[in-house]
């Protein structure tokens, strides 16, 4: 497996506008996309900071993973992602290292990315979320 670069970073936040808010007035970045993600009860807004990306997840569902974190841990820094070229490739020899993944198979994730997260036991506590562009392949 080869990691070509830090995809984005997720931040969970509380309130998906205040925090585009201070984003942009305060640290002066732009919000280049906002986007609901159904199936992980989740609501996105992205902004790139040079080659990098700063997801911010909003929860839209208190059940959903967002929704749980927030209520466990408060806002802050939920995952990192890392870009790899071939995910199913990339998990299998994740799962043969033994490392315990969340998501065995690839799934739809933001803006049109295939993704897969893996748990933070095997991760030395970080959530760690794998991601490839189906279109650059």
Do not use: W
């Not at 509380?14 to 280049?32: H, T």
């Not at 902004?47 to 802050?76: C, H, N, W, Y």
């Not at 299998?92 to 998501?103: A, F, P, R, V």
């Amino acid at each position: 497996m080869k990691l070509s670069h830090i995809e984005h970073i997720g931040i969970a936040v509380k309130n998906l506008n205040e925090a585009i808010a201070y984003y942009e007035n305060v640290l002066g970045l732009k919000c280049y996309a906002i986007e609901e993600v159904a199936d992980q009860k989740v609501k996105t807004a992205f902004f790139m900071v040079g080659q990098t990306k700063i997801e911010l997840l909003e929860a839209t569902d208190p059940e959903g993973s967002i929704g749980k974190f927030i209520e466990k841990r408060g806002e802050g820094i939920h995952h990192i992602a890392f870009a790899v070229d071939n995910l199913p490739s990339a998990l299998t020899e994740l799962e043969e290292k033994s490392i315990q993944l969340i998501d065995k198979q690839p799934r739809k994730g933001a803006e049109g990315l295939n993704i897969a997260f893996l748990h933070p036991k095997s991760t030395k506590g970080v959530l760690t979320e794998l991601c490839e562009d189906p279109v650059k392949k």
